[in-house]
Each structure stands twice: as C-alpha cells, then as structure tokens.
T-cell receptor, first 119, second 113 residues
Framework: GAVVSQHPSRVICKSGTSVKIECRSLDFQATTMFWYRQFPKQSLMLMATSNEGSKATYEQGVEKDKFLINHASLTLSTLTVTSAHPEDSSFYIC???????????????FGPGTRLTVL | DQQVKQNSPSLSVQEGRISILNCDYTNSMFDYFLWYKKYPAEGPTFLISISSIKDKNEDGRFTVFLNKSAKHLSLHIVPSQPGDSAVYFCAASAAGTASKLTFGTGTRLQVTL
C-alpha cells in the first residue's frame, strides 16, 4: 500500500512563533499533495493544493502568507504556519496523490495528521 | 456553505446487523464520491468509491448506493463488526478540479456487542 507520513504528530508552540509541518510520501512519488485542517467534530476543510515545482493553489479564505506551502520534491511537501495564534490551533492533515492528474480519485492517501496547539 | 452533508452525527448498531450511513450533496457538478473511515488522531483511510455513471458499487462487506436525482448516497456495512467503529466521512469531487475533495461532517459509528 501507499504510506504517507507527517512530522511532527503533535506540536505545542507559543503565540507568534512559526511551525513547520512535513508531509512525505514514503513509497511513491506524489505530483500533487493537499493540505486540510479539521476543527473538533467538524469536517476536513481543504486549505490548499500543492503541485511539485510550482506554487500552491489556496482555497478561498485561506491566507497564503500565513500558511506557506512548499512542495520541493515528489515526496515532500511542507506547511509552515507563520506567526501562529491560538485560533490556528487545529488538526492539520495532508494527503498525497499518486499518479498523474486525471487518474483514479482513490489514489489519494492521507497522512496521520498533526495536532497543533498554540498557547 | 456545506456542499456535502451527513445529517446523522452518530449511529449505534449491534454487531452482525446492517449499518447504513447517509450522505447528501448539493453541488450537481460532483461526479465522483468516496467514503473514508477515520480513527481519532489518524488520517482518513479510503474505503470505497462510486462514479456518477453507476448507482451501486460493492466491495466485500461494503456497498455504496448513489441516487443522483436525489443527490444522495449511502454506505451499507453488512455484517457490522466492532472493528468498524470509527468516524465515516463521505467526500465528493468534480471533474476538472484536480481531485479536490469536499468532505462531509462525518458520522460516528459505534458497533456494539
């Protein structure tokens, strides 16, 4: 099967600091990665789509200067929450899409998530 | 604007019985639907999917039904097992959106002994 890892699994930081979350596809190359956030008892909300070697596409209402996404290689995408505030506390989940765009939708594999708590 | 809705936040079913999880959508552009299972503090895992050209897809104990005219889909689990206890999300995608998924709010399934 396809494995996607995230690091760290849990992070606590002070307000005003920046936090970097890594998403890696361990056994396949991911041309596209997605970043989601989930508030307690709510749905997963897509934040941005990240394509290797190009700028990320952000969903409406997501601040691209606050949530910096870098997809530098076919196996790694990073999400940096800059100048974090308590309202940024959430569960952040990435997914990685195997294969070229236009392929089967079920070829999208999710990481285990990162719990961010901003004090 | 919640385009994908799961109106039942929780469901309790006895082991061996059928579990039926429901999902409604509003966007008529959606043409592919997926069900994911999620445990706490973990990412979702794919269960089963269905294209809008079909009305049923079956995989072992899991069957997904799609009613396009009603914009409604359901996931049937038969027989239900204690290990099926988790949160189930339905998700939808539209052609030309680069596989972007819109998730429902989830239904927590509890399978009791």
């Amino acid at each position: 099967g396809a494995v996607v890892s995230q690091h760290p699994s849990r992070v606590i930081c002070k307000s005003g600091t920046s936090v970097k979350i890594e998403c890696r596809s361990l056994d396949f190359q991911a041309t596209t990665m997605f970043w989601y956030r989930q508030f307690p008892k709510q749905s997963l909300m897509l934040m941005a789509t990240s394509n290797e070697g190009s700028k990320a596409t952000y969903e409406q209402g997501v601040e691209k200067d606050k949530f910096l996404i870098n997809h530098a290689s076919l196996t790694l995408s990073t999400l940096t929450v800059t100048s974090a505030h308590p309202e940024d506390s959430s569960f952040y989940i990435c997914s990685a899409r195997r294969g070229p765009p236009g392929g089967p939708y079920n070829e999208q594999f999710f990481g285990p998530g990162t719990r961010l708590t901003v004090l | 604007d919640q385009q994908v809705k799961q109106n039942s936040p929780s469901l309790s079913v006895q082991e061996g019985r059928i579990s039926i999880l429901n999902c409604d959508y509003t966007n008529s552009m959606f043409d592919y639907f997926l069900w994911y299972k999620k445990y706490p503090a973990e990412g979702p895992t794919f269960l089963i999917s269905i294209s809008s050209i079909k009305d049923k897809n079956e995989d072992g104990r899991f069957t997904v039904f799609l009613n396009k005219s009603a914009k409604h889909l359901s996931l049937h689990i038969v027989p239900s097992q204690p290990g099926d206890s988790a949160v189930y999300f339905c998700a939808a995608s539209a052609a030309g959106t680069a596989s972007k998924l819109t998730f429902g709010t989830g239904t927590r399934l509890q399978v009791t002994l």
